[in-house]
């Protein structure tokens, strides 16, 4: 799953980026840092690989099978979610994480009942962001409504746009009249 031929004794010799409390990462593509860059509340879709100490993968996705990541949600292991704070979109960043940000978190819950690396295990978890949607933004709801919904999700936001159009437009000539005055 790693896209490099880099062993972790290489990236072990590379230079980190702490990130604070043990966590630190190492940026191996740097991704388009113009456009979108990770932070909490985002949604992001990414391709993952988990190693062991011994550089054994235990964990991951493929790129046509991405995985949906709510930053904030604690639906993945806490290094995960603060790894990604910052990562830019096409990013692919190395993660390196302390038992206490990956799998010996005691609210952490396995549906197998058992963890996939044995207590008290550093993990490296590759990364790579393929896509960031952030809600209350206007693109946000431009893919629910189009890329998602089709048509009838593109007429329900027009309508909806009209809307807060005709209640701005509205309110605006109501303020200009005066219309804010206390009545008697």
């Known amino acids: 799953m790693l896209s490099s031929s880099r062993t972790p004794q290489d990236i072990a010799a590379a230079t980190w980026s702490a990130k604070g409390n043990g966590l630190a990462y190492f940026t191996k593509n740097t991704g388009e840092c113009d456009t979108w860059v990770v932070q909490e509340g985002d949604e992001v879709w990414i391709t993952h690989a988990g190693l062991n100490e011994q550089g054994r993968q235990f964990d991951g996705n493929v790129a046509d099978e991405l995985l949906k990541v709510v930053i904030g949600q604690r639906r993945v292991i806490q290094g995960m979610e603060q790894g990604m704070i910052g990562q830019c979109l096409t990013e692919t960043r190395l993660i390196r994480m302390p038992p206490h ?4 978190d005691p609210n952490l819950k396995f549906s197998s009942g058992r963890k996939p690396v044995p207590p008290g295990s550093t993990v490296l978890y590759q990364i790579t962001i393929h ?3 952030r809600p209350g933004t206007f693109s946000y709801y431009w893919v629910l409504a189009v890329q998602e919904g089709g048509v009838p999700g593109l007429v329900a936001l ?15 000539k109501k303020m200009k009249r005066g219309g804010s005055k206390k009545r008697r």
């Open 101 to 104: 940000f990956a799998y010996d």
């Open 158 to 172: 027009l309508i909806a746009l009209a809307g807060l159009y005709v209640f701005y437009d509205g309110h605006v």
């Open 131 to 133: 896509e960031i949607r």
